[in-house]
C-alpha cells in the first residue's frame, strides 16, 4: 500500500483546509508514492520515536504534533527538531502530521476524550462559520432522481445528524443548442423550453470538486447549468472543543477524581470549586484557554482542558471550574483514535501504537 492512501483516508476523516492558519499539518518528509512497510502512531515524532519506527520496520510515523512547526532554515542538527529531521530522512521515513485539522472535527480529538469520559448529548463547543457552500443544479424531471443521488453520494446533504438535504423546486428552462452543439433535448438552432426541477443542497467547501464532478457526470445536459454560493451558516461538526453531559450529576469532588483516573493524573490544577453538581461539561484538547469564553455562555460546570496560565484561570469568576489535565494527557487517547481509524479501513496494516512515551512534563511527588 502507498503511503497517499493511507493520508488519503486520514485526510477524507480531518481534511487539511481544517488545520489552523499557524498549523503545519501534512506530510513533512517523505513522498506520498513510497510503500508502506507500516506506521506507528504518536502524539510527537521526535527522534526516539523515529528509530523505533526503523526498528520495527515501519517507514512512515503519524504523530498528532507537527515535528517542524516554524520554519527551518538550517539543518545543523543543534535541536531535536533539526535531529529528528536528519535521522528521518537519512532513513528514508515519512513524517505525517494530522494536528489541528484533527482538533476540529467532530469524531477526533475532543470527540474521544468525551468519550472517555462517557459523556452523552456532545456537540461542538465552538462551531466554525464559512465552510460551507450551497449548489444550485437545474436538471430535466426525468433525470432528477440520478443527479440528486449522485450529488449525495459526493458527500452534501448533510445538516447535523441528517443526509441527503435538499430543497426541490419546478420551473422552466430555456435554451437555444448552438452549432458544434449535441443537445440531450431539442434542435441545433431552435430555442427548447423544458420543464426542469432545481435542486437545492448545501456541501463542506473542501468537497467543491468532488460534488462538481458527480453534478457533470450524473447530469444528461452537454452542458450543466448550476450555481456555487459561500455560506456564512456554521459547520456544525466543524470547530473547536466539545460538550456534552454527565448521564447523571456527579458532585465536584467526585467528577475531580474521575478526571485524574481517566486521564491517569498525578495532580488537576483547577479553579475553586462552586458548590454545585456536576452535569454539563466542555472539553479540549491540548491548549484551550482561547475556548473559556464559549464554555461559560454554553453554561457548563467544567472544562477540562491544558496550558493554562496563572492569570488565565481568574477567567473561571465562578461561573465554572476549569480543570488543567496537562497537554500529553489532554491529547493521549489521540493514538488509539487514529490507530482505530487505519484499522478499521486498512485491517491487514501495521498501525502500531509507540511504545514511548514522549511527554516532556514530569511530577515529582
Known amino acids: ?23 503545519n499539518a501534512g506530510l513533512i518528509t517523505g513522498r506520498p508514492e513510497w510503500d508502506c512497510t507500516g506506521a506507528i502512531i504518536c502524539l510527537d515524532a521526535t527522534e526516539e520515536v523515529i528509530k523505533e519506527a526503523i526498528q520495527k520496520k515501519c517507514n512512515l510515523v503519524i504523530a498528532h504534533h507537527p515535528i517542524v512547526f516554524r520554519g527551518l532554515k538550517k539543518i545543523t542538527g543543534k535541536n531535536y527538531v533539526e535531529q529528528t529531521i536528519i535521522t528521518a530522512i537519512k532513513n528514508d521515513i515519512a513524517v505525517y502530521a494530522i494536528h489541528t485539522n484533527l482538533d476540529n472535527v467532530q469524531q477526533g480529538v475532543n470527540g474521544m476524550i468525551a468519550a472517555r469520559l462517557g459523556l452523552i448529548n456532545t456537540h461542538i463547543l465552538a462551531p466554525k462559520a464559512g465552510l460551507l457552500k450551497k449548489l444550485f443544479v437545474f436538471v430535466p424531471l426525468q433525470q432528477a432522481g440520478q443527479v440528486r443521488n449522485a450529488i449525495f453520494e459526493a458527500g452534501a446533504g448533510h445538516i447535523g445528524n441528517y443526509s441527503e438535504c435538499s430543497f426541490n423546486t ?34 463542506p467547501a473542501w468537497l467543491q470538486n468532488k460534488v462538481v464532478a458527480a453534478v457533470k457526470a450524473a447530469h444528461p445536459y452537454e452542458e450543466p447549468a448550476f450555481d456555487l454560493l459561500p455560506l456564512h451558516n456554521e459547520h456544525a461538526a466543524t470547530g473547536a472543543g466539545m460538550v456534552g453531559e454527565l448521564p447523571a450529576p456527579l458532585p465536584e469532588k467526585d467528577f475531580l477524581l ?76 489521540t493514538i488509539t483514535l487514529l490507530a482505530g481509524f487505519l484499522r478499521e479501513k486498512f485491517p491487514t496494516f501495521a498501525a502500531l501504537k509507540t511504545a514511548v512515551k514522549t511527554n516532556p512534563v514530569n511530577y515529582f511527588l
Do not use: W
Not at 13 to 23: G, K, N, V
Open 170 to 203: 419546478r420551473g422552466t428552462g430555456s435554451f437555444t443548442a448552438g452549432e458544434g452543439a449535441h443537445p440531450f433535448i431539442g434542435q441545433v438552432g431552435k430555442r427548447q423550453q423544458e420543464e426542469e426541477i432545481k435542486i437545492e443542497t448545501i456541501f
Open 1 to 23: 500500500m502507498k503511503i497517499a492512501a493511507i493520508i488519503a483516508h486520514l485526510e477524507s476523516i480531518a481534511h487539511p483546509s481544517l488545520q489552523e492558519d499557524y498549523d
Open 258 to 333: 474521575q478526571i485524574r483516573d481517566v486521564f491517569e493524573v498525578p495532580v488537576v490544577r483547577h479553579t475553586p470549586l462552586t458548590g454545585r453538581m456536576v452535569q454539563k461539561v466542555a472539553v479540549c484538547g491540548g491548549a484551550g484557554s482561547f475556548l473559556i469564553s464559549n464554555a461559560i455562555d454554553a453554561g457548563v460546570d467544567f472544562y477540562i482542558t491544558a496550558d493554562m496560565k496563572y492569570h488565565e484561570f481568574f477567567d473561571a469568576n465562578g461561573h465554572l471550574v476549569i480543570a488543567d489535565v496537562g497537554h500529553y494527557e489532554s491529547e493521549q487517547f
